[in-house]
């Protein structure tokens, strides 16, 4: 037994968590630096994050190799916000055609919020990886749609997968009519609210209004 005095060793156990805890959080750091950063300057270099995030060059290429790895993980990191607004606007409460439109919605202001990153052109994915970077969103949108189903508000009979890509599409496409400037935020919202709720009603009708 050594002595009281003795200097304790580490224990070897602990270190790799706690190396691993630090490094998710130079991780973190980095992308909210690049989230930031990037939503005001979308040519700003590897240089200009790191110093945005307190960390040196160096760290920021030990956890990304190339500034399209870069750009790759904050659009990654956009989705996680955006799914994280989803998840905030109750999906599960109330009439499911009013849980779908404060989903989108809350979509919709999540990924308003930093407006350059959505013109960010990462290096293409891989059909496979693009899919699976979009099936969190797709997923909630789903829930919505099959509880939607279940209750009798949407129509249970077209495909629920046709039903989810529709209700993208035309997100998207109100999306863009704004980054157009052919209709205002408002006027593209109002559009998509009244066009998903007609496409997706039960009796040919409006889904959830009397």
């Given at each position: ?11 070897p ?67 996680d ?26 979509a ?43 209750e ?59």
């Amino acid at each position: 037994m050594p002595p009281p005095d003795a200097p304790k060793s580490p224990n070897p156990s602990s270190a790799p968590p706690r190396r691993r805890a630090d490094a998710e959080r130079s991780r973190t750091a980095i992308l909210d630096a690049a989230v930031r950063l990037l939503g005001e300057r979308p040519d700003a270099g590897m240089a200009a994050v790191a110093t945005a995030a307190g960390v040196t060059r160096q760290t920021v290429y030990a956890h990304f190799s190339s500034r399209d790895d870069l750009l790759t993980a904050v659009v990654d990191h956009m989705t996680d916000l955006v799914t994280a607004a989803m998840d905030a606007s109750d999906p599960d409460e109330g009439p499911a055609p009013d849980a779908l439109l404060r989903l989108l919605d809350a979509a919709w202001h999540a990924s308003r919020a930093h407006p350059a990153l959505l013109r960010l052109e990462p290096r293409p994915a891989p059909p496979e990886k693009d899919r699976a970077r979009h099936r969190p969103i797709a997923d909630r949108i789903t829930h919505v749609l099959r509880r939607g189903r279940d209750e009798g508000s949407f129509d249970p009979h077209p495909p629920l997968a046709w039903q989810v890509s529709a209700v993208i599409a035309l997100s998207h496409a109100a999306g863009e009519e704004v980054n157009v400037g052919r209709m205002s935020a408002t006027d593209a919202t109002a559009a998509l609210h009244s066009g998903l709720l007609r496409l997706l009603a039960a009796d040919g009708g409006t889904a959830g209004k009397p």
